[in-house]
């Protein structure tokens, strides 16, 4: 077990907190590997009605996986000093977490209050009850440090209303309450002064749409959803190339913004995540998972990622010099390669 995740018991209810606050809750495989058996004892247990989960600090819910553990797994795998297991162990630790959590037979209720994004999306959208407050901050920006979007937003995303997932996937633009209740990330948007009333009528033994409901304000208008005939026009087209010209044809701020923040974007990141989004659109909970697996491992192997890490996180130049750096440079073999089944096998869960 692990100090930075706590689990208790409040009655008829499992509740999980995540305890690195000052790592904003980012998600570690010992915490991955804590939290899965006691879900799984959880839901065995009679006595426990349905499970919350929580972060620690007024900050962030969790601000994602520990990338920069990855990250240094991988760098002593390229050096040789190291096999890197962990490069493959923490996202089949994690995407078997996401799927316990899609498939609970008992409520699950994410209480996302502040910082959300990467792992910490795919530690709460998959429940059946995503509680977001009016500090959420949420984000898949993993275009930005040559990633793609994981943890299920391969599958999550495309489900979106019209291109939304789309937007969010390729440019890692961060959303508000009311963007996650328009894109059905949040199922009920609750004052973050509530929580705990939430968590004491979860507790009681209260059924939960009850209690959600009760607590429950309009979250008001969604920037995002403001622009959403843009972004349907822009984002709805089948290549990366294509969606940056589209932005370029519509006047505006917002078109302008966003096509400025894809020129900062992987080249191999943005392609391939949205081949992902397009193949996701079509497959099964369990296919996604395979596939993002496929899609993780082929990241482990190539430049991108490292790269970006090391501008963003480690270095924080934040200049990373992507291989390659231009779109055109990416083409469709290189995308193909990275829904290969790699070398390690497969992960399949269901």
């Keep these: 077990m692990t100090d930075d995740v706590l689990f208790e018991k409040r009655g008829r209810l499992g509740l999980i907190t995540l305890n690195r606050p000052k790592a904003l809750n980012a998600l570690n495989l010992p915490m991955i590997e804590a939290m899965d058996p006691m879900l799984a004892a959880w839901a065995e247990d009679d006595g426990v009605a349905a499970v919350a989960i929580r972060g620690a600090g007024e900050k962030a819910f969790c601000a994602g996986g520990d990338v920069r553990a990855v990250w240094e797994a991988g760098m002593a795998r390229k050096r040789g000093d190291d096999p890197g297991r962990l490069t493959a162990d923490f996202f089949r630790a994690e995407y078997r977490l996401n799927h316990r959590i899609?498939?609970?037979?008992?409520?699950?209720?994410?209480?996302?209050?502040?910082?959300?994004?990467?792992?910490?999306?795919?530690?709460s959208m998959h429940g059946s009850h995503r509680v977001v407050t009016e500090r959420l901050m949420f984000a898949m920006p993993e275009t930005g440090i040559g990633l793609f979007p994981d943890v299920g937003a391969g599958w999550f995303l495309p489900r979106c209303p019209g291109q939304l997932g789309?937007?969010?996937?390729?440019?890692?633009?961060?959303?508000?309450?009311?963007?996650?209740?328009?894109i059905g990330y949040g199922t009920h948007h609750v004052p973050s002064d509530r929580?705990?009333?939430?968590i004491a009528g979860l507790a009681e033994g209260g059924a939960v749409d009850a209690v959600l409901a009760g607590a429950a304000v309009e979250p008001g208008p969604s920037p995002v959803a403001a622009e959403r005939a843009l972004i349907d026009r822009c984002f709805g087209h089948d290549s990366v190339e294509a969606v940056i010209a589209a932005l370029e044809a519509e006047p505006g701020d917002f078109a302008r913004a966003a096509r400025d923040t894809l020129a900062t974007r992987s080249p191999t990141s943005m392609k391939v995540t949205l081949a992902e989004l397009r193949r996701g659109a079509a497959l099964s909970y369990p296919e996604a998972v395979t596939m993002e697996f496929r899609l993780s491992q082929a990241c482990m192997d190539g430049h991108d990622f490292f790269e970006g890490i090391r501008a963003l996180v480690v270095?924080?130049?934040?200049?990373?010099?992507?291989?390659?750096?231009?779109?055109?440079?990416?083409?469709?073999?290189?995308?193909?390669?990275?829904?290969?089944e790699p070398a390690g096998g497969d992960l399949v869960v269901g």
């Design 166 to 182: 789309t937007y969010f996937a390729l440019t890692g633009n961060r959303g508000d309450a009311a963007d996650a209740m328009a």
């Design 102 to 123: 899609h498939t609970y037979p008992k409520p699950y209720v994410a209480l996302v209050n502040g910082i959300s994004m990467g792992g910490g999306m795919g530690l």
């Design 315 to 340: 270095d924080k130049d934040r200049n990373p010099r992507w291989d390659p750096p231009t779109l055109a440079g990416v083409d469709d073999a290189l995308v193909e390669r990275h829904f290969t």
């Design 195 to 198: 929580l705990e009333a939430v």
